[in-house]
């Protein structure tokens, strides 16, 4: 139990980089923003196959099961199957993933209906395009997988429809945003760094001490990694980040450095700094920054066209149904979900 309680802290960093649902990513970021002021009210009165309700659409137990089995393979193909009985906050994670699962549901099936009351709506050839995906996916899950979760080819479809409707109406509202990130802005660099904390064991003269004599050994000419092993509180050696994820006296630093190049010592309230420049300018990094960026600018604009509207919407949950959803059944493949969405669109 130990390696699972060690991989607590790590999940909150936990991104969707696993599946290729961008448009659905968007919509469950923009999930995690509007829940907290919208009308949920949670219930056992829904049928027996009814999980949630949006006004008067329903949402079928199936089609919540396929989301739940694309949504937990994250975590688990990620940190493994026991990922699910680590506790955070309080609860376990399998309970945060059921209603994170119902959350992005809800959201889903609200875009579809603000969707359709702007005119969004399948042709023939779009649904039987859909039924196609749906059956070609459905087909290559294996047996045991549609026994654990108990889908059928109808419980795809749906979840298909409603990304269809939330997808195009997302795309009808941020295509035409313009927004311009420039490589520099969205620069994502790599250093190596040397940390010695301040805290009980060492007063601020003892780590500074301490810094600079890290610091005269790498100006002197020892190799930097070579003195960071020896002299660096932080087990860990290279960081590779953008603006906005580091404190602001470490990111000024190591941005205002070329390849190669090794920083004065850098103060801050948790310790001093030696940072060296590995690398000022990583360029998939950037280029993958850069769309983050651009998508949040978007996400941004849809959420303030509709977040009154999609405010509007009342939500019940079937409680019971929810917890009895299993969070140990999910897709091998979740990118294979989406790949077959796409193929047909």
Same mark, same amino acid.
């Given at each position: 139990?130990?390696?699972?309680?060690?991989?607590?802290?790590?999940i909150?960093?936990?991104?969707?980089?696993?599946?290729?649902?961008?448009?659905?990513?968007?919509?469950? !970021?923009i999930?995690?923003?509007?829940? =907290? !002021?919208?009308?949920?009210?949670?219930?056992?009165?829904?049928?027996? &196959?009814?999980?949630?309700?949006? &006004?008067?659409?329903?949402l079928?137990? =199936?089609? =919540?099961?396929?989301?739940?089995?694309?949504?937990?393979?994250?975590?688990?193909?990620?940190?493994?199957?026991?990922?699910?009985?680590?506790?955070?906050?309080?609860s376990?994670?399998?309970?945060?993933?059921?209603?994170?699962?119902?959350?992005? /549901?809800?959201?889903?099936?609200?875009?579809?209906?603000?969707?359709?009351?702007? =005119?969004?709506?399948?042709?023939?050839?779009?649904?039987?395009?859909?039924?196609?995906?749906?059956?070609?996916?459905?087909?290559?899950?294996?047996?045991?997988?549609?026994?654990?979760?108990?889908?059928?080819?109808?419980?795809?479809?749906?979840?298909?429809?409603?990304?269809?409707?939330?997808?195009?109406?997302?795309?009808?509202?941020?295509?035409?945003?313009?927004?311009?990130?420039?490589?520099?802005?969205?620069?994502?660099?790599?250093?190596?760094?040397?940390?010695?904390?301040?805290?009980?064991?060492?007063?601020?003269?003892?780590?500074?001490?301490?810094?600079?004599?890290?610091?005269?050994?790498?100006?002197?000419?020892?190799?930097?990694?070579?003195?960071?092993?020896?002299?660096?509180?932080?087990?860990?050696?290279?960081?590779?980040?953008?603006?906005?994820?580091?404190?602001?006296?470490?990111?000024?630093?190591?941005?205002?450095?070329i390849?190669?190049e090794?920083?004065?010592?850098?103060?801050?309230?948790?310790?001093?700094?030696?940072?060296? !420049?590995?690398?000022?300018?990583?360029?998939?990094?950037?280029?993958? &920054?850069?769309?983050?960026?651009? &998508?949040?600018?978007?996400?941004?604009?849809?959420?303030?066209?509709?977040?009154d509207?999609?405010?509007?919407?009342?939500?019940?949950?079937?409680?019971?149904?929810?917890?009895? /959803?299993?969070?140990?059944?999910?897709?091998?493949?979740?990118?294979?979900?989406?790949?077959c969405?796409?193929?047909?669109?």
């Open positions: 139990m130990s390696d699972v309680n060690n991989k607590k802290n790590k909150k960093r936990l991104n969707f980089k696993t599946v290729k649902a961008l448009v659905l990513c968007a919509l469950i !970021c999930s995690s923003l509007l829940f =907290g !002021c919208t009308k949920i009210i949670v219930t056992t009165s829904l049928s027996d &196959n009814e999980l949630i309700r949006v &006004n008067k659409s329903a079928t137990l =199936g089609e =919540g099961k396929v989301l739940l089995a694309y949504e937990t393979a994250a975590y688990a193909l990620n940190y493994g199957e026991d990922i699910f009985d680590v506790i955070i906050d309080d376990y994670l399998k309970d945060e993933v059921l209603d994170k699962v119902a959350d992005d /549901l809800i959201i889903l099936r609200k875009v579809r209906l603000l969707a359709e009351t702007e =005119g969004i709506s399948l042709s023939s050839s779009d649904k039987e395009n859909l039924k196609s995906a749906a059956k070609s996916f459905y087909n290559e899950l294996t047996i045991k997988i549609v026994t654990e979760l108990g889908i059928s080819v109808a419980d795809v479809y749906d979840l298909y429809e409603d990304f269809y409707y939330a997808q195009s109406y997302y795309e009808s509202i941020t295509d035409d945003v313009n927004v311009s990130i420039s490589y520099d802005e969205a620069r994502v660099i790599k250093v190596y760094s040397i940390f010695v904390a301040i805290d009980t064991d060492t007063d601020r003269t003892e780590a500074y001490e301490k810094i600079s004599t890290a610091y005269s050994l790498v100006t002197g000419g020892t190799d930097f990694t070579t003195v960071a092993r020896r002299y660096s509180d932080d087990e860990t050696l290279t960081y590779q980040f953008a603006r906005g994820e580091m404190v602001s006296e470490y990111e000024e630093a190591a941005f205002s450095l390849a190669g090794v920083s004065e010592i850098i103060e801050t309230d948790d310790g001093y700094y030696i940072i060296k !420049c590995v690398s000022d300018y990583v360029e998939s990094a950037t280029l993958t &920054n850069k769309e983050n960026i651009e &998508n949040e600018y978007k996400r941004s604009a849809f959420l303030e066209e509709t977040k509207a999609l405010d509007s919407y009342i939500s019940q949950i079937n409680e019971d149904l929810l917890e009895s /959803l299993d969070v140990t059944a999910y897709f091998e493949d979740p990118d294979y979900l989406y790949e969405y796409e193929n047909a669109r």
